[in-house]
């Protein structure tokens, strides 16, 4: 089964391309069309721009002061390895400031996630 979570990073410029190179040390990046792979071994996980995060819902369960005010870029993580997900977390995190949304109600900076944090509890 593959869970999804939500990256916000609090700037608007970053797209595919920049998230590839943040990513890179992390395992074999590709991008296909709209849709960047990254694998390490057997783990694999998907990310996706999200282009319209109000039909989309994305902010409709945040607590009113955690939604950004300033405009960001918003990607949507579809994986199976919590592992992985986190590793590609916290290396966008030493290039850019962001925001995890982990789909299990949590919502937290992307340094401060931990793969216990996407699993059910």
């Known amino acids: 089964m593959t869970e999804t979570m939500v990256l916000v990073v609090d700037d608007q410029t970053v797209g595919l391309g920049e998230l590839a190179e943040f990513v890179q040390p992390v395992g074999d990046v590709a991008i296909k069309g709209a849709v960047l792979t990254l694998q390490r071994g057997n783990e694999l996980c998907y ?32 994986y199976r390895a919590p592992d992985l997900v986190v590793a590609l977390v916290q290396s966008i995190a030493q290039w850019r400031s ?5 789909n299990y109600g949590q919502i937290v900076s992307g340094g401060a996630l931990v793969p216990e944090m996407l699993r059910p509890a």
Not at 52 to 75: C, N, R
Not at 98 to 102: A, E, P
């Open 47 to 78: 990310v996706v721009e999200v282009s319209d995060p109000e039909v989309d819902g994305i902010f409709e369960d945040w607590p009113e002061p955690q939604v950004p005010k300033s405009p960001t870029a918003i990607f949507s993580v579809d």
């Open 98 to 102: 962001l925001t995890v949304d982990t």
